[in-house]
């Protein structure tokens, strides 16, 4: 995980609920407690219950080490085992109370929530001081990734999106795709807000040739396509890029799905692999 190095806040999404989130988030709790990194934590929604309050699987607790810092909704504080001191408050509201600044005093089980806002996540990281600031993401949230919100990104992966593999390295491989768009070189279309199949779809249809033309988003996580759309955009040569890139550093994934068999795990690890050019880790089943 050396290429998180460079980062002081880190996001982490997912492309559906049981990827392998929390999972991701313990790992790193652990590798940069290990590397004595002043670490902090926060969320998009809620997350650190036992039990998924949608789906009611199982989930993994979050654990956290004496002298991590936790930014979560005053009343899941009860939920923490750890012996705490809150110094700071917010005014950032959420559907559990208001958002504390908390640090663990010993080691123990926390629940995170935080804001349902990604500017409100901007904000409250300023307010944070620690040597890096991990953001747990929320299922599908890609906009956490913006890159005015975090400076890198962790992508989660796994058998709970589809029961075929295929499926599943084919929609991830297009999410890396959009989120390593380049950033722009020159002058082009530049579309405003988030970037639907319509908008790209209007300008396909105008006939204009659109070779080498620079079809241009704020970042990556603006870009709302599906892989047919790309490809149209390809086909006719014109070029997807960014003003702000994203830090994409590397995806884990979770072979394992609570509704279906799931897949073989060195055969997803080595196809996933193959099909993305960042750093992919299967955490569970590491040498």
């Known amino acids: 995980m050396n290429e998180l190095m460079p980062f002081r806040t880190i996001s982490i999404i997912g492309m559906a609920k049981n990827v392998g989130k929390t999972t991701t988030l313990n790992y790193l709790i652990k590798y940069f407690h290990s590397q004595k990194i002043n670490l902090a934590l926060t969320s998009i929604g809620r997350d650190g219950e036992s039990k998924d309050v949608v789906t009611k699987t199982e989930k993994p607790q979050i654990f956290v080490f004496s002298g991590t810092v936790i930014a979560t909704a ?3 504080l009860h939920l923490c085992d750890i012996t705490k001191e809150i110094f700071a ?3 950032i509201n959420t559907p559990f ?7 663990a005093l010993s080691d123990g ?11 409100q996540i901007a904000d409250l990281i300023k307010n944070i001081s620690t040597d890096k600031i991990l953001v747990d993401g929320a299922v599908s949230r890609k906009t956490l990734a913006n890159p005015n919100i975090t400076e890198a990104t962790i992508l989660c992966t796994g058998a709970s999106f589809s029961r075929s593999m295929e499926k599943t390295i084919d929609e991830t ?3 890396v795709e959009i989120f390593m768009l380049p950033k722009a070189t020159k002058d082009g279309i530049y579309l405003e807000g988030a970037v639907s199949d319509t908008m790209l779809n209007n300008i396909i249809m105008t006939n204009k040739k659109l070779e080498g033309t620079y079809i241009i988003a704020e970042d990556a996580s603006k870009m709302l396509i599906k892989p047919s759309t790309y490809e149209k955009i390809k ?5 997807l890029a960014v003003k702000n890139p994203i830090q994409l550093v590397g995806m884990t994934i979770n072979p394992t799905a609570p509704h279906h068999a799931g897949y073989h795990p060195k055969v997803f690890l080595a196809k996933m692999q193959e099909a993305v050019d960042i750093p992919v880790y299967d955490l569970k089943n590491l040498r």
């Not at 109370?97 to 640090?103: A, D, E, P, Q, S």
């Not at 086909?235 to 070029?239: E, G, N, S, V, Y």
């Open 97 to 103: 109370g208001k958002v504390v600044l908390v640090r």
């Open 74 to 76: 005053e009343n899941l």
């Open 173 to 175: 491989r297009h999410i």
């Open 235 to 239: 086909i006719k040569k014109a070029i």
């Open 89 to 91: 408050t917010t005014n």
């Open 109 to 119: 089980y926390v629940q995170l929530g935080g804001p349902s806002i990604t500017t």
